[in-house]
């Protein structure tokens, strides 16, 4: 079997991924065969593939992660303190502290350990951005966006780029919010020309809030780093929270925090699932290859 088709499945708040090791080569699997691993039932199923690759800079390693679509993603919350919990465990990187570059730009990374191993992940998610190419004007000018949905009803939202862009829409009722219906008409809409993750946020209090995620190329998701970052920081835009909430999400809870000079912080758990192989014979007829 090619060392390659080694992975080892990861969540984090039930948000999962499949890591491969990809320190020399890079990412070495096409979006086709990356959304047919990431398929439920006839694949491995996940939230998306992580490619832990060597560093270009002065980090201690580098993220490459693409949606269970197959399409590549430019940071992910989740994605990269699974990858941090990989690369301390099974690569003897870093610890306590560590840099990962990501598409986005290098993340810092504080690991919490006992006995040696990863029980907990903090990471600076950096700066949130209202003015971005992959968001509309409105979110720069501090105020909320209107948009027309293909079956003629309005949402208002607040956008936010988290390294990817997001956009939040506050509900009363957060079981029943349409995230079937409203956050692939929202992930598609025009005025964001590389789709948008999309977060329902209900504020439960001061200190907390409840969210769910449709993800941009994957779906609605237990959890979402980025998307967890970007509604409290919507939330704290909107003045419903201070300086630091619990992220409830269907897979768990997230705890964020914004310091004094502006950065998100995410920290959370990130879980070992279980480890697995490829079959070269099914990557072949997929049209796919362990080259």
């Known amino acids: ?37 990431c398929t439920p039932h006839t694949g491995v199923g996940a ?10 800079t002065g980090a201690e390693a580098r993220m490459r992660i693409f949606n269970a679509d197959g399409s590549e993603a430019e940071m992910c919350g989740n994605g990269i303190r699974c990858l941090a919990k990989y690369l301390h465990e099974h690569r003897g990187i870093g610890g306590p502290r560590m840099f990962i570059e990501t598409e986005a730009g290098a993340r810092e990374i504080n690991l919490l350990l006992r006995d040696g191993v990863v029980e907990e992940v903090e990471v600076d998610m950096g700066i949130p951005e209202f003015s971005s190419s992959d968001l509309p004007p409105s979110a720069g000018e501090d105020r909320a966006t209107t948009l027309a949905l293909p ?10 780029s988290m390294g990817n862009p997001h956009c939040v829409i506050f509900v009363e009722d957060l079981d029943n919010a349409p995230v079937a219906v409203r956050g692939p008409q929202v992930e598609n809409h025009p005025l964001f020309p590389n ?14 809030i409840a969210v769910r ?9 237990r959890a979402c780093g980025t998307g967890a970052c970007a509604a409290f920081v919507a939330a704290v835009r909107a003045g419903f929270l201070s300086r630091s909430a619990v992220v409830e999400l269907p897979g768990g809870e997230l705890r964020t925090s914004v310091d004094d000079h502006g950065h998100v912080w995410l920290a959370g758990p990130a879980v070992e699932v279980f480890r697995g192989e490829l079959n070269p014979s099914w990557l072949h007829s997929l049209g796919g290859s362990l080259r």
């Open 151 to 160: 079956d003629g009803e309005e949402v208002e939202c607040l956008c936010v």
């Open 47 to 56: 939230d998306g593939v992580i490619f832990a690759c060597s560093p270009r």
């Open 195 to 208: 789709r948008v993750n999309v977060e329902f946020v209900r504020v439960l209090g001061a200190d907390r």
């Open 1 to 37: 079997m090619p060392e390659e088709a080694a992975f080892i499945k990861y969540h984090g708040t039930g948000n999962d991924f499949l890591i491969f090791d990809a320190w020399e080569r890079g990412p070495f699997l096409g979006p086709q065969v990356i959304a047919a691993i």
């Open 213 to 221: 995620v449709w993800e941009r190329g994957v779906g609605e998701t």
